[in-house]
């Protein structure tokens, strides 16, 4: 019969065994876990009805959006490090990214990952936008004159887009602007927006015709107005205020 030593070392060498065995599995498994996921839609994808059509959400989201998780992971894939930071981080250090090709996926993928991730969010059904806080009606009507004159302001930024990209409201050092970028640039992306246009932005209007030509076909003014019914007030409140 073997001593108890003997069976608890034979014990501890089986276990060490096994956490060797998971050791050597850890680096896939800890990169799989840092994959970026597309994330649920916070409402049903008729939700945004008659704005924004459920057809539109649904290819938008598990088409479009979905597509450039895939591709932002093919990047994670390439430069398994970089999954580990938080995408603000290397969207905001894309000039440092060496791989041209890695940092072309970054910019059109992890931008449209990031993008679409605020769009979702930064909209709701129109019953449950929320109210715009004072601090924030404020600072809109000091930056902009009125709430009316920044939509006003806003939607030019969003039809003058020449092609796909993005209309910005945007934070920097408390101060609120309007800017525009192209496909999925965004002024989070420090060394390729314009300096003075880079910041966090607070809500962002997606102006791809993929956004709304099924409902809108080439009448991109009338999207930008129905959106105005969606954009959850109450969450971009509290965006900035903790910005
Ligand atoms: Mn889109």
Redesign the pocket.
Known sequence: MKSDIEMKRREFVKVGALVAAGAALLPREAMASELAVLPDLPYKFVALEPYIDGRTMEI?HGK??AA?VAGLNGAYEKMPDLAKKPLEDVLAALPAVADESVRMILRNHGG?HW??AL?WKTMAPADKVGKISEKLAAAISAAFGSMEEFKVKFGEAATKRFG?GWAWLVVKDGKLMITSTAN?DNPLMKGLVPDGEVGVPLLGL?V?E??YYLKYQNKRADYITAWWNVVNWGLVSEMYEGA
């Open positions: 938008h479009h959006h450039y449209g993008n679409h769009f796909s999925q997606d791809w993929h956004a």
